[in-house]
């Protein structure tokens, strides 16, 4: 379970960045302290119905992050390969709601016509990444991708879909991007934290949320 703390960072000046890559979307920042703190306790109450598990790949070997979900459809990896199902693979219930906070930030910032239907959490601690993939598995692949940051800083890597070069960007707690357009299919992934960059989460970590239309 994710540690609760009454500590908050201080609040950023909202501001849109320069994109490391064309329909990347980067707003340092956006939520402050306040904002930060109240969301996090929401993934709490959220996982107390939907514990923190660790996925394996379809060949067996256990992802390096614990996750969760919260919305209609939660995506799971096992054995049986990466999909998007109703129900937390370990208790067999459905996923918690999307909390409101979220459902608002995907409207204030995608412009999408339809809400998302899922919402992944994944928890980074210690030596925790995420090697370069795609976000290929939803139905609209033309539906934006949002992700929201909390707690330590990770070392974001994207490149575009069709491969070449790729770009390092600093993800902060409270930032929220989003991959749109010509970056939907981008490959992206997490190379590492950097620990002790935030104190929302004692004895450091991140929480990332991840918003998408699903089905």
């Not at 109240?38 to 992050?65: C, D, K, N």
């Not at 139905?139 to 940051?149: E, F, G, H, M, Q």
Request: aromatic share 6%; proline share 11%.
């Amino acid at each position: 379970m994710i540690p609760q703390n009454p500590l908050q960072p201080s609040r950023k000046e909202m501001t849109e960045a320069p994109p490391a890559l064309p329909g990347f979307r980067l707003w340092p920042g956006l939520l402050d302290g306040a904002e930060q703190a109240a969301l996090l306790a929401e993934v709490r109450q959220g996982l107390e119905t939907a514990p923190l598990y660790r996925p394996l790949t379809p060949g067996g070997r256990p992802f390096s992050v614990r996750m969760s979900n919260f919305g209609a459809l939660g995506w799971v990896s096992d054995r049986q390969g990466y999909r998007y199902q109703p129900t937390h693979p370990a208790t067999g219930a459905p996923w918690p709601a999307i909390p409101a906070r979220l459902l608002s930030l995907w409207d204030a910032l995608t412009g999408w016509p339809s809400p998302p239907d899922a919402c992944l959490i994944n928890l980074y601690q210690g030596e925790a990444k995420m090697g370069l993939h795609q976000d290929r598995d939803e139905r609209d692949l033309t539906a934006p991708v949002l992700s929201i940051s909390l707690g330590d800083t990770a070392v974001f890597r994207i490149g575009p879909a069709e491969g070449g070069a790729t770009a390092s960007v600093r993800l902060a707690s409270g930032d929220v991007c989003a991959l749109t357009g010509p970056a939907r299919l981008a490959r992206h992934g997490i190379d590492r934290l950097l620990t002790g960059s935030s104190r929302l989460l004692p004895g450091g970590g991140r929480v990332n949320l991840t918003l998408r239309v699903a089905g």
